[in-house]
């Protein structure tokens, strides 16, 4: 990468977050770091610098997100590019997750990624360019059992970005969604899954489904350094993907869906015709 941009990345300390700060403080690129623990950021990615900004900042405030924006372009004049990539999943069927656990998740995965982009936006709107990269999951396109919270705060990511994309493009400014299969990273850990503490027994298929996904630790498929280069790379393109899809089981998971709903479509094709007034 031959210019120099200022990339502003949330969910920095761990993860595909740090794999993309440690690539690109490599590549001499700017860096604005952005975590709930400064101090797990400092010590993974290292201190301040002329190149790289870490900062404490709760997504889910935003005169917070507010403040990590005016520090960054007061240490660095602009915001290139803005990846939101601080999530955590959550596992439980809709009965067993409270209120409160389903409020936090859209809180973090959701809000957390509004108040960025809405933050973001008008120095992006100044500049007349940017790029916001939304980290969301192959969960929010194609969902499995035991996971609906998760999914559904995944899909509205992806909603959003769609949205997003045609009402900036006017400002030259970029939108990606990009949505990971199962890489190797800390994910499914304790520090970012966070499992229903009222398990309800008759919901057997989802405790399977849990044990399915928590026996893949360590043994995911994905290089998070393979994830980290892709969505770097595709900030260089002069047209980069809406859409972005990373890891075969992605690919392939995305596939399927998109099978299931023509099927599902095309057969209720005359009950959904059925529905307008007659000429």
Not at 75 to 95: M, P
Not at 214 to 232: C, H, R, Y
């Amino acid at each position: 990468m031959d210019t120099q941009k200022t990339w502003f990345i949330t969910g920095a300390s761990k993860g595909l977050g740090l794999s993309l700060v440690k690539q690109l403080l490599q590549k001499g690129q700017k860096v604005v770091a952005t975590s709930r623990n400064i101090a797990d950021l400092i010590k993974a990615a290292g201190p301040e610098s002329d190149i790289f900004l870490p900062l404490s900042t709760d997504l889910t405030n935003e005169d917070s997100v507010a403040e990590a924006m005016e520090n960054t372009s007061h240490k660095f004049g602009s915001i290139d590019v803005v990846i939101n990539n601080a999530g955590y999943g959550i596992g439980g069927s809709i009965e067993e997750l409270s209120d409160v656990e389903t409020r936090m998740s859209f809180d973090v995965n959701v809000f957390g990624t509004l108040n960025v982009i809405r933050k973001a936006l008008p120095y992006l709107r100044a500049q007349k360019s940017g790029h916001i990269i939304n980290i969301s999951s192959i969960a929010g396109i194609a969902p499995g059992t035991g996971w609906s919270v998760y999914a559904a705060a995944k899909h509205a990511v992806i909603g959003l970005s769609e949205v997003l994309a045609e009402d900036v493009k006017s400002f030259g400014i970029k939108v990606t969604v990009v949505a990971p299969g199962a890489f190797r990273t800390s994910f499914l850990t304790p520090e970012s899954l966070i499992m229903t503490s009222h398990p309800i027994a008759e919901y057997q298929a989802v405790r399977d489904s849990h044990v399915r996904y928590l026996n893949m630790d360590g043994n995911q498929a994905g290089d998070p350094e393979k994830a980290a280069a892709a969505m770097i790379h595709i900030v260089s393109e002069t047209n980069p993907p809406l859409y972005l899809l990373l890891g075969k089981d992605a690919y392939e998971r995305a596939f399927d869906k998109m099978e299931l709903l023509s099927t599902e479509y095309k057969k209720w094709e005359t009950l959904t015709k059925s529905t307008g007034f007659h000429e």
